[in-house]
């Protein structure tokens, strides 16, 4: 899976990706025929926002219904990887361990996010955990009925080939941001990614959490913070902060600004 997403650029399981995971899934859906897009499931965002109607088409037809209740296990590190997972509804957190045992967040996931993109070419070990934070509806593709599908259809093939190219190159670019840019506008794109559109958005993690997101000590985010505290574009309490002036944000997440 693929769970690197920084913003405003990173990418959803009733078993999980080895099958072994607790949660309900509902068998699949139909295709949706010639129907617009917005009438399928499967989001046309993300890896699949490149994706042809007929590609879209054919995996809609092959996914199925998960749900998950919060706190609920999607899968955990080192489980098998063998499907690509939609959002539908819900927030899904990755995360892993260290060595002392100590849990890292990677990156929280909304609806429309897709991961696990990689499963469909090349199963494998999860690389993180994926936890419900709320209840959650999401679409499952396992990579099984996409390869038997495409063996019938195999000009799909050459649809999903291409967005598979497209990935990595926004991939390596949220890797080159990661290495080259400053701290401070890796944090204010990672705010932005982290929360919605709107007025007064609340993000429940600790300074250390955010820190681990964007690669940077404690220090050195809690200083950043504290500046843009000054300048009212953030508040922050106990657990937290809430975004005031998201408008500004944008303003820093640029890197010829911030």
């Known amino acids: 899976m693929s769970p690197l997403r920084p913003a405003p650029g990173a990418l959803p399981r009733s078993g999980n ?12 859906t139909s295709g949706a025929g010639n129907a617009p897009r917005r009438k399928w499931l499967l989001p046309d965002r993300g890896f699949l ?7 879209l088409e054919m995996l809609d037809s092959q996914a199925s219904e998960v749900l998950l209740q919060t706190g ?3 899968f955990e590190q080192g489980d098998e990887g063998d499907a690509l997972y ?3 509804s819900g927030a899904v957190e990755f995360s ?4 002392a045992g100590r849990k890292l967040s990677l990156d929280i996931m909304r609806p429309g996010a897709v991961f696990g993109e990689i499963a469909l070419f090349d199963p494998g070990p999860r690389t993180a955990t994926a936890t419900a934070l709320e209840p959650s509806r999401l679409r499952r593709l396992r990579s099984g009925d996409v390869v038997a599908k495409l063996q019938h259809h195999p000009a799909l093939a050459g649809d999903l080939l291409r967005l598979a190219g497209q990935r990595m190159r926004w991939m390596n670019t949220q890797y080159s941001e990661q290495v080259f840019l400053p701290m401070p506008v890796r944090l204010a794109r990672k705010l932005l990614y982290l929360t919605t559109e709107g007025e007064d958005a609340r993000l429940s993690l600790s300074q250390s959490e955010l820190a681990e997101f964007v690669g940077a000590t404690r220090e050195a985010v809690s200083k950043t913070l504290s500046q843009w505290k000054r300048s009212d574009v953030i508040d922050i309490s106990r657990g937290g902060l ?5 408008a500004a944000l944008k303003l820093l997440a640029d890197p010829d600004i911030g």
């Open 86 to 88: 939609a959002i539908v």
């Open 72 to 74: 609920e296990e999607l």
């Open 49 to 55: 926002s490149g994706a042809s109607d007929r590609l």
């Open 242 to 246: 809430t975004i005031r002036d998201r």
């Open 96 to 99: 892993t361990l260290s060595s």
């Open 17 to 28: 990706a080895s099958g072994n995971a607790s949660g309900r899934t509902t068998g699949s």
